[in-house]
């Protein structure tokens, strides 16, 4: 047994001397742009064969995750991971419907994001998101009458929420915790019985279906999903109600789509909401806002299923062979414009 550990304490070291190494080198030969080709050589990890069997989705039933061995399927704590392939999208619509299900679906549309995102990003969530089932969207502007009207199929319906102006683009974020724990207490909560939250500047591409539900949802970061935990962009100031000691964290998790029961996103929201007002009395302010907060979240409460980066991509990075169906693509990043 012991033989067994230290030869994979030395297998780690050796990969990680091999990226080191190639990091390098790319750096000095090409730029930083490279370094991305040579994420692909970091292993993933591998569910092991014990516990394949056991995974399961609220939605599938039993799951697959031996059609996908080249990628990690599932957790350290038995969470599945959603891959293309691992899932029968057709048993989940089916549950989903025998359930009668009302899905929710959150977007903040503030400042210049309303007139750049929005309305691809609803055209292209009624051709994709949850379909055949109830879907309400739930807007959160500063300028409800600027939210354009976008034609909605049967059992779906769009709400407008009224939210304060912030000065800064960084309070709009922070503040997004606050409106959603408020709107999940109201209306929105007696609507849907589980409710998604994403980012606005990104569009659908795929079907983004009933294997994204569960009681607690979290999304695997496209950018940091290979990388080794001790260089994920974590929160590592100390005083901080979001920080995280160097042997804490198990994923980056991107907060462009997270999600869950509407009892299990009071908590989360809850959670994140108290942490940033914590830090705004300590003068301080997380690296990476209410993502940063949402990560110490679900290192203390393990979120029951895991999306791969399909459902979320960055096509910046380029094809990866894992990556078989992007669900949701992100749009061109244009910060200068946007947020000026």
């Not at 051709?127 to 909605?152: D, I, K």
């Not at 979320?312 to 992007?326: L, M, Q, V």
């Amino acid at each position: 047994m012991a033989f067994r550990e230290g030869l994979r304490a030395w297998k780690r070291i050796f990969w990680r001397l091999i990226l080191l190494a190639l990091g390098l080198l790319g750096l000095l030969l090409y730029g930083l742009p490279a370094v991305r080709h040579l994420e692909v050589l970091i292993p993933m990890g591998v569910c092991p064969l014990a516990r394949m069997p056991l995974l399961r989705d609220n939605f599938t039933g039993p799951l697959h995750p031996w059609a996908r061995p080249e990628v990690l399927t599932c957790t350290s704590w038995g969470a599945p991971i959603i891959w293309d392939g691992t899932f029968d999208p057709d048993v989940a619509q089916q549950e989903a419907v025998q359930q009668n299900l009302t899905v929710g679906l959150t977007v903040f549309a503030v400042g210049r994001y309303l007139e750049k995102y929005l309305a691809r990003f609803l055209e292209t969530a009624e051709q994709h998101f949850m379909v055949g089932l109830r879907v309400v969207y739930y807007v959160f502007t500063e300028r409800p009458a600027a939210v354009p009207r976008v034609p909605l199929g049967p059992g779906r319906r769009l709400r407008v929420q009224r939210v304060a102006r912030e000065r800064r683009w960084q309070d709009v974020s922070m503040a997004r915790m606050r409106a959603l724990h408020a709107a999940l207490g109201g209306r929105l909560g007696r609507e849907a019985r589980f409710v998604l939250c994403m980012d606005v500047d990104q569009h659908f591409s795929g079907a983004f279906g009933p294997e994204a539900l569960a009681e607690s949802v979290a999304q695997l970061h496209a950018w940091h999903y290979r990388w080794p935990r001790r260089l994920l962009p974590f929160e590592r100031d100390a005083r901080s109600a979001a920080a995280l000691g160097p042997a804490e964290g198990d994923f980056y998790y991107h907060a462009a789509v997270f999600g869950g029961s509407v009892a299990a996103l009071r908590r989360l929201t809850a959670h994140c909401a108290r942490g940033l007002r914590r830090d705004r009395a300590r003068g301080l302010e997380a690296r990476w806002h209410d993502e940063s907060h949402l990560n110490k979240f679900f290192w203390l409460h393990k979120p029951a299923k895991l999306l791969s980066p399909e459902f979320c991509w960055s096509p910046d990075i380029g094809r990866r062979a894992e990556i078989r169906r992007p669900r949701l693509l992100w749009a061109p990043k244009e910060y200068a414009l946007l947020r000026g």
